[in-house]
């Protein structure tokens, strides 16, 4: 599966930013579809996403309820709402899918097959 990632961009400190990952297939709840994040100079981390075993989405500690995952099977694409953005949120975002990971694997980059060519985001003070 191809995932095509958008809706980054330049923001203020305290702005607001959605964004948006489709794929070339229809999604299903069989997919896990999460987010991860990569700042210049670190590694890439896990932003938040949704294991295929169902549940609430999961989110890293520094989303802090600033950001929402949400999925649209029928329009095969997630979102990532981005709220209260701060700079250290600065970072190119990627999403990523895989239909047989465990759980324990959810926040595990080198864990999915699938990534999207990422979108930056920039976030000034």
């Known amino acids: 599966v191809q995932l095509q990632a958008s809706g980054g961009g330049l923001v203020q400190a305290g702005d607001s930013l959605r964004l948006s990952c489709r794929a070339s297939?229809?999604?299903?709840?069989?997919?896990?579809l999460v987010w991860f994040r990569q700042a210049p100079g670190k590694e890439r981390e896990f932003v938040g996403g949704q294991h295929r075993s169902g549940g609430t989405p999961k989110y890293a500690d520094f989303v802090e309820d600033r950001f929402t995952f949400s999925r649209d099977n029928a329009k095969n694409t997630v979102y990532l709402q981005m709220n209260n953005l701060r700079p250290e949120d600065t970072a190119i975002y990627y999403c990523?899918?895989?239909?047989?990971?465990?759980?324990?694997?959810?926040?595990?980059?080198?864990?999915?097959?699938?990534w999207g060519q990422g979108t930056l985001v920039t976030v000034s003070s």
């Open positions: 990523a899918a895989s239909s047989t990971i465990i759980y324990s694997q959810l926040r595990v980059p080198s864990s999915y097959a699938y």
């Open positions: 297939r229809r999604t299903t709840n069989a997919d896990t």
